[in-house]
């Protein structure tokens, strides 16, 4: 085991490294400049996503799609992703988190607006779309399309084994233990039970009854749990920052510093600091936002919406929302207490961070179940999608069951053997989803170019593409 767990590390490190932290990083800064720094429009993303789009077409409201995207997102990388990407890379990770999340907006934006595009009705009535989709009916070569459309739906699909299920009950099971101080076996009848087995059966069962109602069970769920989990931590970070503001100038500083410090770390020759806050911040951020990833946008495909750009703007606020809001206030929050230097990584670097303020600890501790449990909810829609996409309809209950499995024996895997498994599928994931936002990119441009030019208060009510 030991030896499969430094082979899953040791090509983690090797499908991360600079080739691809350049292939996503540089379609993020690519997209941002063809489409004319998108992000300005974050403001007006905001606004859309909370209005009614009167559209018939779709499956669920632009808002429960918001919702159900960032119940996925929104996860154990905000908590235990960012605490991790500190960890290993030191304080200026969390610059390069941020930079992720504010480039990545762009890229987040050209994936929904694609995905909404290139969707499908089935015979059912149900939307079907996703990077699957447009890469199969965008791209000019046909063949090539589809091949990769193929393998994106299949890296999705084992990539929800990781980021979607077992890091997630995994993150609740720790949770748990260390929140709630619970025994690792409980005397039940008589009959001794390992506590883990019991909440990894747990998690399946609450999650099971969610998911098996299908996308309007999942957004119903998503959009009651989501605004009021985030509000809580964020919450709860800024009173921590709050209380501590007197060297949160100093954090900031810090923090820049690392991100572009060329000197060794234990040993290492020059540029090591840099290249490790630029390898752990990148993938992490990607990790939490998903941006380049594609999964967002095959829940975008399902929003009522009328026309694709709309959709785009409002899916691109969910990456504002999760990585510049959310994990830098993590980051922040976990270098301005000084918890940076305990040696910790993980969930118990963020809950030494929490346990500076009376209650820290519990605010954490449920924040993480939320969080965890709303992103094993959502990812289990994209993967039943990309399943779905693969194999048709038949298969998708037999891959539930197997989805739910995952949940339950996550919570025995070593944690380090499921965040670099994590890091492999999301990178493999990533890999044909952004050849086609490079190559669509023409696409997305001329669209959002049409929208722009008509907008005002109301004419883009008008505009239906």
């Known amino acids: 085991m030991a030896d499969?767990?430094?082979?899953?590390?040791?090509?983690?490190?090797?499908?991360?490294?600079?080739?691809l932290l350049i292939l996503l990083f540089g379609t993020h800064v690519f997209l941002t400049f063809r489409l004319g720094f998108i992000q300005r429009y974050v403001g007006r993303a905001i606004r859309l996503?909370?209005?009614?789009?009167?559209?018939?077409?779709?499956?669920?409201?632009?808002?429960?799609?918001?919702?159900?995207?960032l119940a996925a997102t929104i996860g154990t990388g905000n908590i235990v992703g960012v605490a991790t990407?500190?960890?290993?890379?030191?304080?200026?990770?969390?610059?390069?988190?941020?930079?992720?999340?504010?480039?990545?907006i762009s890229t987040k934006y050209a994936e929904g607006l694609l995905a909404v595009k290139y969707r499908t009705v089935r015979k059912d009535g149900s939307i079907a779309?996703?990077?699957?989709?447009?890469?199969?009916?965008?791209?000019?070569?046909k063949k090539l399309g589809k091949i990769l459309g193929i393998m994106f739906a299949v890296f999705a699909a084992m990539a929800a084994f990781g980021i979607g299920s077992s890091t997630q009950s995994n993150s609740i099971k720790d949770a748990v233990f260390t929140t709630f101080n619970f025994a690792s076996e409980i005397n039940i009848a008589g009959i001794i039970i390992e506590t883990k087995i019991l909440i990894g059966l747990f998690l399946a069962l609450i999650a099971g009854l969610v998911i098996i109602g299908g996308i309007k069970s999942i957004a119903r769920v998503s959009q009651s749990i989501v605004p009021f989990m985030a509000f809580f931590y964020v919450a709860g970070c800024l009173f921590i920052l709050i209380t501590g503001y007197e060297t949160l100038i100093d954090s900031i500083k810090l923090i820049f510093n690392q991100a572009f410090s060329f000197k060794a770390a234990s040993g290492g020759g020059a540029g090591v600091i840099i290249m490790l806050?630029?390898?752990?911040?990148?993938?992490?951020?990607?990790?939490?936002?998903?941006?380049?990833?594609?999964?967002?946008?095959?829940?975008?495909?399902?929003?009522?919406?009328?026309?694709?750009?709309?959709?785009?703007?409002?899916?691109?606020?969910?990456?504002?929302?999760?990585?510049?809001?959310?994990?830098?206030?993590?980051?922040?929050?976990i270098v301005n207490t000084g918890a940076w230097e305990s040696g910790l990584t993980g969930f118990g670097l963020t809950q030494l961070a929490f346990s500076n303020v009376p209650f820290g600890e519990t605010i954490l501790g449920l924040s993480?179940?939320?969080?965890?449990?709303?992103?094993?909810?959502?990812?289990?829609?994209?993967?039943?999608?990309?399943?779905e996409y693969l194999f048709g309809r038949k298969s998708v209950l037999p891959y539930k069951i197997a989805y739910l499995i995952m949940v339950f024996t996550g919570a025995v895997f070593s944690l380090d053997l499921i965040w670099n498994f994590a890091d492999i599928t999301n990178g493999l994931m990533a890999i044909p989803n952004l050849i086609a936002l490079i190559l669509l990119s023409g696409v997305v441009a001329v669209e959002t170019k049409k929208y722009i030019k008509n907008i005002d208060d109301h004419s883009d009510d008008k505009i239906i593409t």
């Open 4 to 19: 499969f767990s430094n082979f899953i590390a040791d090509l983690s490190s090797w499908l991360w490294g600079w080739p």
């Open 49 to 69: 996503s909370v209005m009614r789009d009167k559209s018939s077409h779709g499956d669920v409201s632009q808002f429960s799609a918001l919702a159900t995207a």
């Open 85 to 104: 990407a500190i960890a290993l890379g030191g304080p200026g990770a969390i610059f390069w988190i941020w930079m992720t999340g504010v480039l990545g």
């Open 129 to 141: 779309g996703g990077p699957m989709y447009y890469l199969q009916y965008g791209l000019k070569n």
């Open 277 to 333: 806050a630029a390898r752990y911040g990148v993938a992490r951020g990607l990790f939490s936002n998903e941006s380049g990833l594609g999964s967002a946008a095959i829940v975008a495909a399902a929003a009522r919406t009328r026309n694709s750009v709309r959709q785009a703007l409002v899916s691109s606020s969910g990456t504002f929302w999760d990585t510049v809001v959310i994990c830098a206030l993590t980051g922040l929050t």
């Open 368 to 387: 993480l179940l939320m969080f965890a449990f709303t992103t094993i909810i959502g990812w289990s829609y994209y993967a039943e999608k990309s399943i």
